[in-house]
């Protein structure tokens, strides 16, 4: 996990610190609210190599990701020490984000059998389990105003897919290829999914007013591919397509002030398959 400053002039150099500690795999990095600390889920517990990748040839060459039996969420300071660890349960427990008032923690873990997502109070240590549905749930966020969260699911229905979704699933492995976004209030009540668009509808946030919408998608594209960002508003309508690459654009995320936008692409790449961070002017 990295951190950096952005550079504000042309003569300032992009220079990433890290601040996990460089051992085994890491994943889904975010700031604590003081901006002195950042949170993290890491596997440097289970084996300081990282671990080994899954064949996909086994599973039909499909896209897989793997869920670390090994990974647990940590807390670190900006210069790399881990000052404390907030999951220590067998399965995976990663993908976490915190609260605006910096007193929740939500994320998602396998500690009860299934994908589910858990909200944490990180004074207490005293969890909830928020989704019960089978199914994969998770790169959950908190609206800005804290008010509401947001995160990616699949519901697998049919009894073919069920039957994958759960070998798969035995072997702490998830096929993201069918997700829709859905939303809460932040106390896991009234979930409701506010997209129908097919295929991979994922990383979402919620944009600054705390009313619309941010996400990836590749609903458009019946070979899967390319993924590109869209808005849309809380309820589920005024679809709005804002990327048009013919790559890789997530991840999207906005600043404080709602005036930049930061995401991932592999645009710009010179034909190899490197994804780079990219940050833009966000006008209405």
């Known amino acids: 996990i990295y951190i950096a400053k952005v ?13 996990s500690t460089g051992k085994g795999r890491t994943t889904c990095g975010a700031f604590m609210k003081d901006g002195k600390h950042v949170v993290f889920a890491s596997t440097h517990l289970g084996d300081e190599a990282c ?13 897989i990701w793997p869920l670390y039996s ?6 670190a300071d900006l210069n790399g020490k881990i000052v404390k660890q907030l999951t220590n349960s067998p399965g995976y427990d990663a993908e976490a984000t915190i609260s605006p008032d910096g007193k929740k923690m939500i994320y998602t873990s396998t500690k009860d059998g299934d994908i589910d997502l858990y909200i944490m109070d990180l004074a207490t240590g005293k969890e909830k389990r928020i989704t019960t549905e089978i199914g994969y749930d998770g790169g959950a966020w908190f609206s800005p105003d804290g008010k509401k969260i947001i995160w990616r699911a699949s519901r697998p229905s049919t009894a073919e897919e069920l039957s994958e979704y759960k070998s798969l699933l035995a072997e702490n492995l998830v096929a993201p290829t069918s997700m829709e976004v859905f ?4 106390d896991g009540s009234n979930q409701q999914k506010i997209t129908g668009l097919g295929q991979a509808n994922w990383a979402p946030a919620f944009m600054p007013d705390s009313k619309r919408i941010i996400f990836a998608s590749n609903h458009e594209y019946k070979r899967g591919f390319p993924f590109n960002m869209y808005t849309m508003n809380g309820d589920g309508s005024n679809l709005q397509k804002i990327s048009r690459d013919n790559g890789f654009d997530a991840f999207p995320m906005f600043s404080y002030s709602g005036k930049k936008i930061v995401f991932c692409s592999n645009r710009n790449n010179g034909g190899t398959r490197d994804t780079n961070i990219f940050i833009a002017d966000w006008a209405e």
């Open 183 to 186: 939303t809460a209030n932040a």
């Open 70 to 75: 090994s990974f647990d969420i940590f807390v």
């Open 51 to 63: 671990p080994p990748v899954p064949d996909r040839s086994k599973y039909g060459n499909k896209y």
């Open 7 to 19: 550079p504000q002039n042309a003569d300032e150099k992009f220079e990433p610190k890290l601040v």
